[in-house]
C-alpha cells in the first residue's frame, strides 16, 4: 500500500484504493455464496433412491389376546413393499399385507385347530379376506424414531404413528420394531362381546416387524 501527497492525487488514488478492496470484497463474497449454494443446491436436489421390500427375508408376527393369559400368535405375509429415501431421509413407502397369508404359530395347538382359526381370521368375523385381500401401508415419513403411516384395513384409513429402529446403507435398509394397533374402530364381529359371558378378544394386536429391503 501506497500514498501520494501531491494535491488532489492523494484522494484520486486512495479513491481507487478503496474501489478495488470493495471490488475485491464483492467477488470474495460472491465466491463464497457460489460455493454453499453448490453445496445446498447438490442437497436439496438429492436423487431419490428406491428399496424394495425382500419378502423372502422379511417378516410380521402378530398377536391377539383375549386375556392376560390366554392369547393366540401368528404370521401374516407381506405381499411387496418399497421405501423412497432422499439422502438419508426416508420420504415414502408402501406396503401390501397378505390377509389371506394369515398363518397361527401356537406351540400347544394342534395343526388343524391352527388351520381353523386361520380360516376364522380370514372369514367375515374378522378381516373379510374374500372382499379386501390386502392390507395397504403407505409410509409419509420417518422422524423421531416413528414411521408416520396410513394404513388401510377394510377399506378405511387408519393413521398411525409406528415406532421402529431404521437402519440404511448405500445397498440395503432394515426396518424393525414392536408396536400396537388397537382396531376397535374397525368393529370387528369376531371381537364383539361373547352374549352369555361377556368375554371378548381385545382390539389391541401386537405386532413385531423386521424388513428387509435391497436398492
Not at 484520486?12 to 443446491?41: D, P, Y
Not at 364383539?192 to 435391497?214: A, M, N, R, T
Amino acid at each position: 500500500m501506497y500514498i501520494v501527497y501531491h494535491g488532489n492525487y492523494f484522494n484520486v488514488i486512495l479513491s481507487l484504493k478503496f474501489k478495488t478492496m470493495k471490488n475485491t470484497t464483492f467477488f470474495a463474497a460472491a465466491g463464497l455464496a457460489l460455493a454453499l449454494f453448490s453445496c445446498g443446491g447438490a442437497e436439496g436436489n438429492t436423487e431419490k433412491t428406491t428399496f424394495k421390500l425382500d419378502t423372502e427375508a422379511s417378516s410380521l408376527s402378530w398377536k391377539g389376546s383375549k386375556s392376560a393369559t390366554y392369547a393366540h400368535t401368528g404370521m401374516v405375509g407381506i405381499k411387496e413393499g418399497s421405501i423412497e429415501m432422499e439422502g438419508d431421509k426416508l420420504v415414502g413407502g408402501t406396503f401390501v399385507i397378505d390377509m389371506n397369508d394369515i398363518t397361527v404359530s401356537d406351540k400347544d395347538l394342534p395343526a388343524d385347530k391352527k388351520e381353523m382359526l386361520a380360516g376364522h381370521l380370514k372369514d367375515t368375523s374378522f378381516f373379510f379376506a374374500a372382499k379386501h385381500p390386502n392390507i395397504t401401508v403407505k409410509v409419509n415419513g420417518y422422524e423421531n424414531g416413528k414411521l408416520d403411516a396410513v394404513v388401510n384395513i377394510l377399506g378405511q384409513d387408519m393413521k398411525q404413528s409406528i415406532p421402529v429402529t431404521m437402519k440404511v446403507t448405500e445397498k440395503d435398509a432394515t426396518i424393525s420394531g414392536k408396536f400396537t394397533m388397537d382396531v376397535a374402530t374397525l368393529k370387528l364381529a369376531g371381537m364383539e362381546p361373547d352374549p352369555k359371558s361377556g368375554e371378548k378378544i381385545q382390539s389391541k394386536i401386537e405386532f413385531e416387524l423386521d424388513l428387509k429391503l435391497k436398492k
